[in-house]
């Protein structure tokens, strides 16, 4: 039986980790580190508080940990605020989780991730994956999801108007724009469960289209 660590399980995609991972056989532990919440277990999920500076791992050990830690330029304020969440702490989690015997870390990155881009938003996400890439894990799996398809807690205006054009133009999506099709963030989850056991690859890149495809395998198995 194995044990996941999540952090970031109140977003869209980390709750749908939950969910998954709880009708997951496999795992018989869950820890769900989140900020905003008070320590609590029910049934093998268990919320542990997480701090920006210090990440306190349980004593048991975690087999994979699912980092979907991430905000945006608006909630950030500033630039730097920015990265101190979505390079500087999910760079720490990851520290942690090596120093601590895991073996398997998923990140969820951005579509269109490039340390050399002029995007800042981007390119952050470049630096954060060329980082984790030099710390060693066994195994390394980047998610880079395009537009995530499910109900948020909070509305993003933007994001519903891209959510209707995908719905409308999804046929436009083929080929080579396949990787910018929208995705459902419950396969999201599901590609990331199943990266997580079944990748056989020290670091591994994976696209939204790629997601798709492990989400239909894992769902089909």
């Known amino acids: 039986m194995k044990s996941a660590a999540i952090f970031g399980g109140t977003g869209l995609i980390g709750s749908k980790l939950i969910s998954e991972l709880n009708m997951n056989p496999t795992y018989a532990h869950i820890f769900s580190f989140e900020r905003k919440s008070e320590p609590n277990s029910l049934g093998k999920l268990e919320i542990l508080p997480l701090s920006a500076e210090h990440i306190t791992f349980p004593s048991t050990l975690v087999d994979s940990v699912f980092c979907c830690i991430g905000t945006t330029m608006k909630k950030a304020?500033?630039?730097?605020?920015?990265?101190?969440v979505d390079y500087n702490l999910v760079l720490k989690i990851a520290q942690a989780a090596k120093a601590n015997g895991v073996k398997n870390f998923v990140v969820v990155s951005s579509i269109g991730a490039n340390a050399k881009s002029n995007n800042f938003y981007l390119k952050v996400k470049g630096e954060m994956e060329q980082a984790l890439s030099s710390i060693g894990f066994e195994h390394l799996v980047i998610v880079r999801p395009s537009l995530l398809l499910g109900k948020r807690k909070e509305t993003r205006i933007s994001e519903g108007l891209g959510k209707v054009f995908f719905k409308l133009f999804s046929f436009i999506f083929v080929d080579s724009l396949a990787k910018y099709k929208g995705i459902e963030a419950h396969?999201?989850?599901?590609?990331?469960?199943?990266?997580?056991q079944n990748s056989t690859e020290s670091v591994i890149t994976l696209e939204s289209n790629n997601l798709q495809d492990i989400a239909d395998e894992y769902t089909n198995r």
């Open 77 to 84: 304020g500033s630039q730097k605020a920015f990265r101190a």
């Open 187 to 196: 396969d999201v989850a599901k590609a990331m469960i199943f990266a997580a």
